[in-house]
């Protein structure tokens, strides 16, 4: 009977009990950067639209801005001109009095995210968010 007691009790312990038995790794997850939002202006040529859209997506809408343009593509009501993605460079002066306009570099444009080294403006790395606002492109707001 206690040849049996003993047999169990050594089962009971298990391989942990053993000197040099195997150990659980320890697994320590990696560090992730903090991610900033980086906003920008997606203009509406009506103030109702703006504010539907601003129901729909309470903390903006996130995606790159190529995305955005394409999405909510008023050019036609600003005389052909973007409402949200301009391109890599500036456009003409006073083209956009008072409104924002995305100039950003084009390989970033339809990222995610991205980080400093692709635009300095970005302090580590940042992922857009748009934000729906009634823009008459020309006009101060």
């Not at 995305?67 to 500036?90: D, L, R």
């Not at 990222?111 to 968010?129: D, G, I, L, M, Q």
């Amino acid at each position: 009977m206690k040849f049996i007691w003993i047999v169990c009790a050594l089962a009971l312990t298990g391989c942990s009990a053993m000197k040099g038995g195997p150990t659980s790794p320890t697994v320590t997850p990696p560090v992730t950067p903090p991610v900033e939002v980086f906003s920008y202006d997606i203009n509406l040529p009506c103030s109702l639209c703006a504010q539907v859209e601003n129901t729909t997506y309470p903390s903006g809408f996130p995606a790159p801005p190529a995305e955005a343009q394409s999405t909510f593509n008023y050019s036609g009501a600003y005389g052909g001109a973007p409402n949200v993605y301009y391109g890599p460079i500036a456009p003409p002066d006073g083209m956009y009095a008072g409104v924002g306009i995305v100039v950003a570099p084009t390989a970033i444009s339809d990222e995610e995210t991205f980080t400093h080294a692709e635009w300095s403006v970005c302090p580590s790395t940042c992922r857009w968010v748009g934000r729906f606002v009634y823009a008459q492109i020309g006009v101060a707001r």
